[in-house]
């Protein structure tokens, strides 16, 4: 198991261009979220799948973002219709649930590298 | 709303040398995990360290603890003799904890981080 991987790793677009980043995560992890991540700042929440449900979304995903995991294994995140203020790093994470929430590696979050998404 | 506040953009610390990196938080949660992640320079963000609020016992993990004070809502962690390769950003991290069995923990609160340097 090589961890989380994500493509591509650098996006380079123009506003108004539709972009998809593929995830995928630890193989036995049915867990996985999307975090967005600009300059100078924290990751922020954007969703997360638990198999292939999404269960939470961030009022940070507007309509232009669409996330899928349509069979549990590998999500993609769509932007439609780029604007210069979606210019930033999509980190991608997976986590199993752990026998016991208390357990020492239960829903730990093993972050991918990213993929670098740069709106001209 | 939880907040998470690391007030040191920056820090710098002598090769061998002990560093201290803040972290603050605030929560009305009696639950919850807190994390110190570290993102090396274009590299994925790991775990570093984590900490359950009903312990209160610091967490320590090789060169790494924390120095957690629930009340004053307070996450601090000591790095001891400091390596070229802990230079990175370290995001301090919060998480409540769910309140059913199995929950997840999709929507980790992060701080703006701090830049480690290393100087040899």
Same mark, same amino acid.
């Given at each position: 198991d090589t961890g989380v991987s994500q493509d591509p790793r650098h996006k380079i677009t123009k506003r108004g261009q539709n972009v998809t980043f593929r995830c995928d995560p630890i193989s036995e992890h049915n867990r996985l979220y999307w975090y967005r991540q600009t300059l100078g700042q924290g990751p922020e929440f954007l969703t997360y799948f638990q198999n292939e449900a999404q269960l939470e979304k961030s009022r940070l995903l507007s309509d232009r973002f669409s996330a899928e995991r349509p069979k549990g294994s590998f999500s993609t995140l769509?932007?439609?219709r780029t604007e210069q203020g979606d210019s930033a790093m999509y980190l991608c994470a997976s986590s199993s649930p752990g026998q016991r929430w208390r357990s020492s590696g239960a829903n730990v $979050? %093993?972050?991918?590298?990213?993929?670098? $998404? %740069?709106v001209l | 709303?939880?907040?998470?506040?690391?007030?040191?953009?920056?820090m710098?610390?002598?090769?061998?040398?002990t560093v201290t990196l803040s972290c603050t938080y605030d929560t009305s949660e009696s639950d919850y995990y807190l994390f110190w992640y570290k993102q090396p320079p274009s590299r994925q963000m790991i775990l570093v360290i984590r900490q359950e609020a009903?312990?209160?016992?610091?967490a320590t993990e090789n060169r790494f603890s924390v120095n957690f004070q629930k009340a004053?809502?307070?996450?601090?962690?000591k790095i001891s003799d400091s390596q070229l390769g802990d230079a990175a950003m370290y995001f301090c991290a919060y998480v409540k904890e769910p309140r059913n069995y199995g929950g997840s923990q999709g929507n980790l609160i992060f701080g703006k981080g701090t830049k480690l340097s290393v100087k040899p």
């Open positions: 769509e932007i439609q $979050l %093993t972050f991918g590298a990213g993929s670098r $998404l %740069t | 709303a939880q907040t998470v506040t690391q007030s040191q953009p920056e710098s610390v002598q090769e061998a040398e009903y312990k209160q016992q610091n004053a809502k307070s996450f601090s962690l």
